[in-house]
């Protein structure tokens, strides 16, 4: 608790098109409550097929986390909603 969790994604389309739709969420392993979330806008008008996110965020309980096991879950698809959809998960460890 209290770390900062750097997160960096590099999407890619399989399908040798632009990277059009992401998400990235981060859930509690146990009760699946989820604390993030992102983009807000999963849409990226994007014309490559590579795409970096990068963010970060703080392990706090003001931001919903507690100790216990976590998801990290990317997600990234085509134009269509689940168009060529691939999902990757890691699984982490908060500890007090």
Sequence with gaps: MGDI???????????????E???????????????YSEPSDPHLNGEDPVFMFEDQVQL??????SAGDWIIEATVWGHDDGQDQVTEKVEFHVNP
């Design 21 to 35: 739709h992401i998400n990235i969420r981060i859930f509690n392993k146990t009760n699946l409550t989820e604390v």
């Design 60 to 65: 706090t309980a003001a931001n919903g986390f």
């Design 5 to 19: 969790l750097p997160i960096q994604v590099e999407f890619e389309s399989h399908a040798g098109e632009a990277v």
